[in-house]
Structure formats: structure tokens, C-alpha cells
């Protein structure tokens, strides 16, 4: 899915961003179905850009209730490795961020 936005000045592309990791529940045609992918930009931005049914983070509002969708979202370094830690495997959360030994 190619998806480009300007939020805040910065403009975020899929097709220009490289992938981190991928998060896919249900089916395409579900309500709840969600299909979502956290990027980082070459400037080291992170975003999350998807689509979804009715009761997915994708969500669209139209009168009367909400319908599928799809978006993109910037987020923080912070909610990033969070996707990334439930999500993705400890080689890639390793590779986008700082990790500690416990």
C-alpha cells in the first residue's frame, strides 16, 4: 500500500520509508480486520501507515457511524519501539533501537 501525507511540515511516504515491522489480525473484510506497518524515514522519523475495518485503529468516521480505512501516523521514537517490541522479533527491535542488557 502506497501512502504519502504531510503532517506538521514533514512528509512521510511508504514507498520512500523503509519497513520495520508488520502487524496483520483478521481478515480483509472483518471489522476488526488491521493491517498495519511501523517505517522509518531516511531522516530517522517513525510513522505507522495502514488500513483497516470499522473497529481498527484505521477507522473513518462517516455519518452514522464508522467504516474501513486507511492512514498513516507519525509517532514517537518512544511508541515506535513499543510496536516494535510487540510486534517484530529482538533482531529488528535491536537494529532500530538501543538496547540494554537486563
Request: hydrophobic share 35%.
Amino acid at each position: 500500500m502506497d501512502i504519502k501525507k504531510v503532517v506538521g511540515g514533514l512528509r512521510y511516504d511508504t514507498t520512500k520509508a523503509e519497513a520495520v515491522c508488520r502487524y496483520e489480525r483478521g481478515y480483509p473484510r472483518d471489522f476488526e480486520y488491521e493491517d498495519t506497518t511501523l517505517y522509518r524515514t531516511s531522516g530517522g522519523r517513525f510513522f505507522l501507515a495502514g488500513e483497516g475495518g470499522a473497529r481498527s485503529r484505521w477507522a473513518e468516521r462517516v455519518s452514522g457511524g464508522l467504516q474501513g480505512g486507511e492512514g498513516l501516523l507519525p509517532v514517537t521514537v518512544e511508541e515506535a519501539r513499543e510496536f516494535a517490541e510487540q510486534h517484530a522479533d529482538a533482531e529488528t527491535v535491536e537494529r532500530f533501537f538501543a538496547v540494554e542488557d537486563a
